[in-house]
């Protein structure tokens, strides 16, 4: 079953790109390795209860020691580009010095990427958070935003050669709301004023890295990362209509209304000002900086009726629909419907679709995995990519998650994302048909 789009889709032209994607805490493993700190993510895994089958990062795919290896395979994939990102405590020392050992692992890895003449993705903060950042109080100090700019400092300055663009965050709404609003990712912690505070201060260092970046790495682009889900009201009824605004207000439009407008959406003043964080004069003016990109991760939608204590509650689809393994309806119009009405109500930077894929109960049987799931998700993604170009949305590219299966959070290394298997024992990858649909895609596009 190959994978398909119109043949006049403007995502067949050479410059839209395409790629895979990872993250440092997900694949690299090596955690004691090269001075490394422990992040908060070392800690929420040692934590009972954190994290499915007490799973950690100790290991994960060993990427650390198997990055050549690792290339080969985006090679075989013959993707344009890859997406990764650095771990802040593989470079930075306690007293914010360089650990060349760190950064030596990276000059090693984007220089053979750019050899093999991949474009390169980098992501500063893919939520691995310096443990002793977090004992200071971690995203709820506004203390940390000054700190991360001068890991980007350092960042950007050592490695900015390699590099063809950079994303200061993955998804501020994961590290902020369930790290520090919902506790399901680290730190855990479970306040909704924590979340808020956090997401700020997240916000704030991006926009007081954007200035540093440019400075240090002028030739590449420089922008943010942001995860979205289309909300839907669960009826007509209008407390229902209402409770789908909320969601879609705290999910989404409090990210990307201060990136794009300078300022947090107005009806949390009226409905739930707990959830509106302190502002410091100036702050919106730093996050509201032009980006030359925004990153969009895209995987599911929410459907949602109204709740007297949260304003809102999550409910099933009442319609018969298709979920993935890790239980997130597949809804490929709603990523169009997204893409489409952020365009209404933004005037947006380029968009790339930094991540999309399925997680799928992928079985390993002589050799194949047969995801024939998650060959019809990326089908379904790639023409709601389409759909919304066609539509006047300026996306520029596309990043399937991921190169391979890693640690999913919270999930451990229940749920398989990626378009290659990884046997967690013997570390051996093996490509599923979902990587050569994808390769053979891409191929028959440069035919
Ligand atoms: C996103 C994360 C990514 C991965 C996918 C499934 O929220 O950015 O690291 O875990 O979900």
């Known amino acids: 079953m190959p994978i398909n789009l119109p043949a006049n889709s403007k995502m067949l032209n050479q410059d839209f790109i395409f790629g895979v994607a990872t993250a440092a805490f997900q694949i690299e493993g090596a955690a004691q390795s090269d001075n490394r700190l422990p992040s908060i993510w070392d800690t929420f895994c040692a934590t009972p209860g954190k994290v499915k089958g007490m799973d950690n990062g100790d290991i994960a795919c060993d990427h650390y020691h198997l990055w050549e290896q690792d290339i080969q395979l985006i090679k075989q994939l013959e993707v344009d580009a890859y997406r990764l990102s650095i771990a802040w405590p593989r470079v930075m020392d306690k007293e914010g010095k360089a650990n060349q050992a760190g950064l030596d692992f990276y000059r090693r890895l984007l220089k053979k990427l750019k050899d093999e003449g991949l474009t390169v993705f980098v992501t500063l903060y893919h939520w691995d958070l310096p443990q002793h950042l977090e004992d200071k109080g971690g995203w709820l100090n506004r203390e940390t935003a000054y700190q991360f700019t001068k890991y980007a400092d350092l960042v950007t300055k050592e490695l900015g050669e390699w590099v063809d663009s950079w994303a200061t965050f993955n998804e501020p709404f994961c590290a902020a709301i369930l790290g520090y609003e919902l506790g399901i990712h680290a730190p855990g912690l479970n306040k909704p004023e924590y979340g808020r505070q956090a997401a700020h201060h997240i916000l704030l260092a ?30 007509e009824k209008t407390e229902d209509q209402f409770a789908c605004l909320v969601r879609e207000t705290l999910d989404n439009q409090f990210f990307i209304e201060p990136l794009m407008k300078g300022q947090y959406p107005q009806l949390l003043k009226t409905v739930a000002p707990q959830y509106l964080p302190t502002v410091l004069p100036g702050d919106m003016d730093i996050i509201s900086q032009p980006i030359d990109f925004l990153g969009m991760n895209f995987y599911t939608c929410n459907h949602n009726a109204f709740d007297a204590d949260n304003l809102f509650k999550n409910v099933k689809n009442h319609r018969s629909v298709e979920y993935t ?35 799928c109960a992928d079985q390993l049987i002589d050799g194949d995995v047969n995801d024939e799931q998650r060959i019809r998700y990326l089908e379904g993604h790639l023409n709601a990519v389409h759909q919304a170009i066609e539509n006047g949305v300026d996306i520029r590219g596309y990043f399937a998650w991921s190169l391979m299966d890693n640690f999913e959070w919270a999930e451990g290394y229940s749920k398989r994302f990626g378009l290659t298997y990884v046997d967690y024992q013997t570390q051996k990858r093996t490509i599923k048909r979902s990587g050569y649909e994808y390769r053979d895609f891409l191929n028959s596009r440069k035919g």
């Open 325 to 359: 393994d890790i239980g997130w309806e597949i809804a490929p119009h709603a990523f169009a419907e997204l893409l489409v009405n952020l365009h209404k109500q933004y005037t947006l930077p380029p968009i790339y679709i930094t991540e999309n894929g399925a997680a």
């Open 206 to 235: 991006h926009g007081l890295a954007l200035p540093i970046i440019r400075k240090n790495a002028p030739k590449s682009q420089v922008g943010i990362v942001l995860n979205m889900n289309r909300s839907y009201a669960a009826s």
